[in-house]
């Protein structure tokens, strides 16, 4: 204050000073969006740069600890978004920005819709694990909602014929990029729903930009997903790319062949596995044919103590007498019929199954029916084989057809 006139006299570093903590109180941080020019990195590692659009620009600053967070490299023309503090270079009593962070114009206003978008839906339940179904051990039939032409459906279908050929596929053709492809991928679901033929689905498509998949991020996708009653896999872009799509899937898979390796097991596992079950059913059989066996022969022996066939053997003896008798007085009456008969009986003999089994054949019985076709046997099947002299039995390990 000069106090010969009263006058408040400023220096200009004052000013500047003022100015600068006016600026930076009355605006606080604040959104600008323009094209970048005039742009330098310099050695300090600070970045100054100004941004403009058709009618004006202004002078910007981003100091090293700031711009050594950013995610891409800011060029000479491009749009960029920038969350700055407005301000007054006090040196040289310059207006500027000195920006804190920065973004892409178009896919910072994407990042921030999808942010949006992400928390009004899980506010609302959609990501809730609890509504999240399981997915089928074992599906007979997936359907696949992704574009016809894409690497993502060549790849899903690759994989699938590698682990498991068994499952059939159903392609639900839809766009994956542009104003159309939400509509046309909401629509894909409920039809998928509407036919219920598959029990898991799987929505993908190859890798991109954010603006590339932001039809997985719109929230009429995200809605039909979740009222989708068939279990489904997002397999959406690579293994850095989150969507909307993804949160609210029953499982999201990092690719699209990743997607694929989930929705079916392994075949040779399986295989695998078949076979040691094989083996220990083959191994129960045996055990329950075995105990079977001994309760047969304790049965067998008990049978023999009460048998009636003892007091047959006694009425037995009485019979043999009556048979000796019967045959002397049959003697005399064959003998005179011997010689006619001797020609037909070696024929007979000759062409009867004694004479067959003496050629090497053999008679092999099931119960009380002959054998004539190894289809009516099964595995496990006793059987009993007829020679020339004497009997065998045997279980049937395996039946072919001729």
């Given amino acids: 204050?000069?106090?010969?006139?009263?006058?408040?006299?400023?220096?200009?570093?004052?000013?500047?000073?003022?100015?600068?903590?006016?600026?930076?109180?009355?605006?606080?941080?604040?959104?600008?969006?323009?094209?970048i020019s005039n742009f330098t990195h310099h050695g300090s590692g600070h970045m100054y740069f100004s941004l403009k659009d058709d009618k004006a620009q202004v002078s910007c600053a981003m100091f090293r600890g700031q711009n050594n967070r950013l995610r891409f490299r800011p060029a000479e023309g491009m749009l960029v978004l920038v969350h700055a503090k407005v301000s007054i270079y006090e040196a040289r009593g310059n207006f500027q920005l000195i920006v804190e962070s920065m973004e892409e114009a178009g896919e910072g206003r994407l990042q921030r819709d999808f942010e949006r978008l992400k928390k009004k839906l899980l506010d609302a339940g959609l990501f809730d694990p609890d509504h999240k179904q399981p997915l089928p051990a074992v599906p007979k039939k997936i359907g696949i909602v992704t574009s016809p032409t894409g690497a993502a459906i060549r790849d899903i279908l690759h994989v699938l014929k590698r682990r498991f050929p068994a499952a059939a596929v159903l392609v639900y053709p839809v766009a994956v990029q542009g104003e159309a492809a939400a509509g046309q991928i909401v629509r894909a679901?409920?039809?998928?729903?509407?036919?219920?033929?598959?029990?898991?689905?799987?929505?993908?498509?190859?890798?991109?930009?954010?603006?590339?998949?932001?039809?997985f991020n719109e929230e009429a996708v995200a809605r039909a997903i979740?009222?989708?009653?068939?279990?489904?896999?997002?397999?959406?872009?690579h293994e850095i790319d989150f969507t909307i799509a993804d949160f609210v899937a029953d499982v999201r898979a990092p690719t699209p062949s990743a997607a694929a390796e989930i929705a079916v097991p392994e075949q040779r596992e399986?295989?695998?596995?078949?076979?040691?079950?094989?083996?220990?059913l083959r191994s129960l059989v045996q055990r329950y044919l075995s105990a079977n066996r001994e309760k047969t022969g304790w049965l067998?022996?008990?049978l023999a103590r009460v048998h009636p066939g003892q007091l047959l053997n006694q009425q037995g003896q009485k019979l043999d007498e009556l048979g000796l008798r019967l045959r002397r007085v049959a003697a005399d009456k064959?003998?005179?019929m011997?010689?006619?008969?001797?020609?037909?009986?070696?024929?007979?003999?000759?062409?009867?199954?004694?004479?067959t089994l003496e050629r090497g054949y053999a008679i092999v019985s099931h119960g009380d029916a002959i054998v004539r076709d190894a289809g009516t046997l099964k595995k496990?099947?006793?059987?009993?084989?007829?020679?020339?002299?004497?009997?065998?039995?045997?279980?049937?390990?395996?039946?072919?057809?001729?």
């Fill in 380 to 402: 496990g099947d006793e059987i009993q084989t007829r020679f020339a002299r004497g009997t065998a039995t045997s279980t049937v390990k395996e039946t072919k057809k001729r």
């Fill in 338 to 355: 011997h010689k006619r008969l001797d020609p037909l009986a070696r024929a007979l003999q000759a062409i009867g199954p004694q004479a």
């Fill in 226 to 237: 979740f009222d989708c009653p068939l279990p489904l896999i997002t397999g959406i872009g």
């Fill in 1 to 35: 204050m000069d106090p010969s006139t009263n006058r408040e006299v400023f220096t200009v570093s004052r000013l500047n000073k003022e100015a600068r903590d006016m600026l930076e109180q009355s605006f606080g941080l604040i959104w600008l969006e323009g094209e």
């Fill in 270 to 280: 399986w295989l695998n596995a078949l076979a040691g079950h094989l083996d220990r």
């Fill in 334 to 336: 064959l003998g005179q």
């Fill in 300 to 302: 067998q022996k008990r």
């Fill in 189 to 215: 679901l409920e039809l998928a729903a509407a036919h219920d033929s598959c029990d898991l689905l799987i929505l993908a498509r190859g890798g991109g930009s954010l603006e590339d998949l932001w039809a």
